[in-house]
C-alpha cells in the first residue's frame, strides 16, 4: 500500500521534473540583434548627395558594408545604391 502511494506521487512529480530541464535560450534568441538604421541625409555630412568612404566610416559604417552598398564601385554611396542595398535599412 505504502509502495503504490509512493509510486503515484512520484508520477504526478515526474512532469514538473522533465519541464524544469528545459534548455536555456541562446542569446540570439534573448537578445536578437539589433539591426542599424542609417539616415542618408545624417551621413552625408557635405551635402553633395552621396556619401564618401570617410563620411561612411564616421558614421560606424564597415569598408566591407561599404563595399557591398557602392555596387558601381564609384567610391561613394548614393541614394540610389543606399535604398537597394542588401539591408534596406536607410532613411532619407
Known sequence: MKFSKIATVLMCLLPITVFSQ??????????PTVVKKYSFKKIDFSGDKQISKEEAKKAGISEAEF?????????????????NSPSKNWTE
Request: a negative charge.
Open 67 to 83: 563595399n557591398l552598398i557602392d555596387k558601381d564601385r564609384s567610391g561613394f554611396i548614393t541614394w540610389n545604391e543606399a535604398v
Open 22 to 31: 528545459g534548455t536555456t535560450p541562446s542569446p540570439e534568441v534573448v537578445n
